[in-house]
């Protein structure tokens, strides 16, 4: 009776948690629950499936262990790894006259849901400025409570700070390889030209944001604000090529992965649905979709995607990259 008791709708996620009881009911309903078919999938996550791809492509040991793509007794968890680093980080801040004042608000609060946000959206270029205004919006600066002593966009600045130079010490190889492709970018837009690639599957990514002009739109409601294409001079947006680079070659790497993945599940004639770097499948096939996510990440991590992709913009750009 989901209407009269609703305890289902304060778990995390509210809806699977319902269809999961529905399920279990139903099972049990039915009098033989050892033989009772579920239909409801069962989702495999990737532990920050971005900064799987850029551990991997840059053999990172370091983040790759952080994100458990090398063998391990327990599973790493980077959020808790970085928020430690964080504090570490903090201590020594604490000593420092110059920002002592600050670092002692934030001092041995730190934990993993502090750093959540910022970890999972490096590898899809969040700016200092988008990492602020998570830490405000989540919630995170009333957490202090010192509205009144400290503005709340300068203390989280300054755990912004922080958290980016943690990252920085345990995500090394990534933070490397996503200033090395906005370089990559920069040559382009030097040339006034887009980046493309091919990804392991063959599938061809084109990118190039254009400039937009701006039209207005009246109505006897509203007026709407309109950005459309300049087809007139098809001009290439700088801004926009330098900071999709980064988080652009890391989707296309996901997407790959995805329909390599699924191609697999195809060849054992079972089925999987998936969201991003959600896959999902029967509760019967889960040890299967293990095999092959796994079988499928190595294969296509096996070559070297980052000269690849070297090789084939220089050939576009005809210059020698770095």
Known sequence: HPVEEGSWSRADKPLQALASLMELHAALQSGSPESFVSHLPVGVDGSCNGLQHLSAAGRDEIGGRLVNLLPSDVPSDA??????????????????????????HWLGRVQRHHVKRAIMTTPYGVTAQGVVTQLISDGHIDDLGTADLLPRWQAARFMQR???????????????????????????????????????TGFEVSQMYLETKQTVVRTPFQRLTIRLVDDDSKRIN?????????????????????????????????????????????????????????????????????EEFKVEVEEQLEVELP
């Open 162 to 200: 922080v958290i980016d130079h943690a990252k920085g010490i345990e995500m090394r190889a990534a933070t490397e390889i996503m200033d090395w492709l906005r370089a990559i970018a920069t040559i382009a837009n030097k040339q006034d030209k887009p980046v493309r690639w091919t990804t392991p």
């Open 79 to 104: 959020y808790k790894i970085v928020s430690a680093r964080s504090n570490d980080l903090l201590e020594g801040l604490a000593e420092s006259p110059e920002e002592a004042s600050l670092a002692l």
């Open 238 to 306: 700088h801004n926009k090529q330098f900071r999709g680079l980064p988080p652009n070659w890391v989707h296309s790497l996901d997407a790959c992965h995805m329909m390599g993945t699924a191609l697999r599940m195809k060849d054992h004639d079972k089925v999987m649905a998936e969201v991003h770097d959600e896959f999902s499948t029967h509760a019967c096939d889960v040890p299967l979709l293990q095999t092959c996510l796994r079988q499928e990440f190595v294969e296509m991590h096996s070559r070297d995607l980052l």
